[in-house]
């Protein structure tokens, strides 16, 4: 369970890092990318992951399964 970044489309505008209940994303060469191994898609603390809320841009970040 969890989201990843499209570097194709990622502006690296942070806006994602610090929404992030998890601590799961982290900047990755000059973009940011999510740690899926504990992304819980924001299970237990928000109804949808807030990475994607918070994410200005379309089809970003995306759900890996
Ligand atoms: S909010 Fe979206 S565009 Fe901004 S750094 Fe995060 S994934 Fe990239
Ligand atoms: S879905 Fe939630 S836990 Fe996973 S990276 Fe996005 S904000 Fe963090």
């Not at 060469?29 to 992304?39: A, H, P, Q, S």
């Not at 949808?48 to 994410?55: F, G, K, L, S």
């Amino acid at each position: 369970m969890a989201v990843q970044i499209d570097a194709n489309i990622c502006t690296a505008c942070g806006d994602c890092e610090p929404v992030c209940p998890t601590d799961s994303i982290v900047p990755h060469k000059g973009l940011y990318t999510v740690k899926t191994d504990t992304c819980t898609e924001c299970d237990g603390d928000a109804d949808m992951p807030q990475c994607i809320d918070v994410c200005m841009e379309d089809d970003c970040i995306v759900f890996l399964d």
